[in-house]
């Protein structure tokens, strides 16, 4: 008999558990999303390199990229495989990638201007720690491929905050 009444006691308990979860799926859902981690808090890329420039400059703009794309050289392919948009249309915000060189090179795109080219800041184009500037201009855009970042969830937690 104690087994019986027992049994029951944990059916009714599981059953209201279970009621309260589905009932409340949409809370938990987003609990759940707050307690993961923002992927941006973080910026494994070398000190000083375009690769770490950029990763805060995206940062910033409160979107995220991936934190185990190498070198530059690999970021389109790595962005691609990581179902990022990449492509030839370049727009504000979004990164200009060169695999030519030794580590491949990226930059930041600050604006597209009217006629086509494309107004960038970058980070160890002349040198390690140095961020400069400099215009694309519109017969060299097609030379480059373009990441566009994703909106970083944890951020849009603050400003809903």
Not at 51 to 59: A, G, L, N, Q
Not at 86 to 107: C, F, I, T, Y
Not at 109 to 120: A, F, M, T
Request: aromatic content about 10%.
């Amino acid at each position: 008999m104690k087994k019986l009444i027992s049994t029951g006691v944990m059916l009714v308990v599981l059953g209201g558990s279970t009621y309260v979860a589905v009932d409340h799926q949409d809370e938990i859902e987003h609990y759940i999303e707050q307690m993961k981690p923002d992927p941006m808090a973080f910026n494994p890329y070398d000190d000083g390199e375009c690769t770490d420039y950029v990763f805060e400059k995206v940062k910033d703009d409160g979107n995220m990229i991936g934190k185990s794309w190498g070198d530059a050289k690999y970021w389109a392919d790595k962005a691609e495989e990581a179902g990022y948009t990449v492509n030839q249309q370049p727009k504000a915000s979004s990164l200009l990638q060169s695999p030519r060189g030794e580590e491949g090179h990226v930059a930041y795109i600050e604006h597209v201007n009217d006629d086509g080219s494309l107004y960038v800041t970058e980070m160890n184009y002349v040198g390690p720690h140095k961020v400069t500037s400099r215009t694309i201009q519109p017969q060299q855009v097609q030379n480059y491929h373009y990441i566009h970042p994703k909106e970083n969830p944890k951020t849009q937690d603050t400003k809903e905050a």
